[in-house]
């Protein structure tokens, strides 16, 4: 029971879930606190975009990217900015390959960021942006189109935000995330034995027991919010104080949580029951390239951590992996596609060149 179900729990709050947590607050709290300070600079310096865009995209998690998001509906930043974030993005399969080997993690990210940065100059040199007229007719901050897509969604949010079941369920979140933070951290890149710290504590394992609980309460907030993504709305990417700023992290974090937790639960139970464990897959040459660029054409990050997952077990080549990686571009989609269709759809199909031009690659080189 432990290793079949609590503990693939515990590893989705305590491998991914904090970490998304102490990155979605982190953006949040500089939108909140500076708003649009935070962007003046890239707004008066706009060669500097893609650069800037691949730095917050190469950042571990999806906290990065999805702050472009409702800046570039606003026309404050280029479409070369966010392609240039998606490219370098691995979502929240960042905090995978990080727990797994943190010296990998940071050369796969050094690529990305390199990919993310030229995309991301060459789309803005060719002049593509789907919105670039409709951003210059704009005269007020919300984008044409955004009272039919965003209407029921902003009172939808405000609901969600507001809504009292939520409340306590988000401040047992961050009361847990805070302990959780602080184990998972030297366990999780191997500073501490965790037999060793389960025996200082009488027999207590802090890993497990946080980690249970953090999925758990991530569950709740899940529950309470519909299982949507609260990060879809120009109101919800602008939080107006830090409650809400906080709680708004707390339902996102729990959003990628219990995706993950899925995720981590469906391949247990599948290597427990059957044996496989994805060194049996054949995704190589040419043909897994195209597979894993594909596969990063599909929005969010559950598909995209269960695939970096079989990497890590061995079942897919480096190429496959590095496709995915550039193609997927994690939650930072979905904000995306709420505020502009047409840019979101021309989006992940121009991240999907690079992917497969850098994987092709990569089977020649390797």
């Known amino acids: 029971m432990t290793e079949l179900v609590l503990r693939p729990l515990a590893d989705a709050f305590m491998q991914v879930g904090v970490y998304v947590a102490v990155m979605v607050a982190l953006f949040g709290w500089l939108r909140w606190r500076y708003g649009d300070r935070v962007t003046d600079g890239l707004t008066n310096r706009p060669r500097l975009g893609p650069l800037v865009g691949a730095l917050l995209g190469v950042s571990p998690g999806c906290g990065g990217a999805i702050v472009l998001m409702p800046l570039y509906a606003r026309g404050k930043v280029s479409f070369g900015t966010v392609i240039a974030a998606l490219a370098a993005t691995m979502g929240d399969s960042s905090w995978v390959v990080l727990a797994w080997n943190p010296l990998f993690a940071l050369q796969i990210h050094a690529l990305?960021?390199?990919?993310g940065l030229v995309t991301g100059y060459v789309?803005?040199?060719?002049?593509?942006d789907p919105a670039r007229a409709a951003d210059r007719r704009a005269a007020s901050p919300a984008p044409v189109g955004l009272a039919a897509v965003g209407g029921p969604d902003l009172a939808g949010s405000r609901r969600l935000l507001g809504g009292l079941p939520r409340v306590p369920a988000s401040t047992a979140f961050w009361g847990l995330t805070t302990p959780a933070f602080a184990v998972s951290v030297p366990v999780v890149f191997q500073m501490v034995d965790p037999a060793a710290l389960t025996r200082s504590l009488g027999g207590v394992d802090p890993y497990l027991a946080l980690g249970v609980l953090?999925?758990?309460?991530a569950a709740?907030?899940?529950a309470a919010g519909r299982g949507r993504l609260a990060d879809d709305t120009l109101e919800t990417a602008q939080p107006r104080s830090l409650r809400q700023t906080l709680r708004h992290s707390a339902h996102e974090a729990s959003f990628v949580t219990v995706w993950v937790a899925v995720a981590y639960l469906g391949w247990q139970v599948v290597?427990?029951?059957?044996g496989f464990d994805g060194s049996q897959l054949a995704l190589t040459g040419l043909a897994g390239v195209l597979v894993g660029a594909g596969i990063g054409l599909i929005p969010g990050c559950a598909v995209q951590i269960v695939f970096t997952g079989l990497y890590v077990s061995g079942?897919?080549?480096?190429?496959?992996?590095?496709?995915?990686?550039i193609s997927?571009?994690?939650?930072a989609l979905i904000p995306l596609a709420a505020l502009r269709r047409h840019s979101a759809a021309l989006a992940t199909v121009i991240t999907t060149v690079p992917a497969a031009a850098v994987g092709a690659a990569l089977l020649v080189l390797l």
């Open 112 to 115: 990305l960021f390199a990919v």
């Open 123 to 128: 789309v803005d040199a060719l002049g593509i």
């Open 214 to 217: 953090g999925a758990l309460t």
């Open 220 to 222: 709740l907030i899940f």
């Open 271 to 274: 290597t427990t029951t059957t």
């Open 315 to 325: 079942g897919l080549p480096l190429p496959t992996l590095v496709a995915n990686a």
């Open 328 to 331: 997927q571009d994690g939650d």
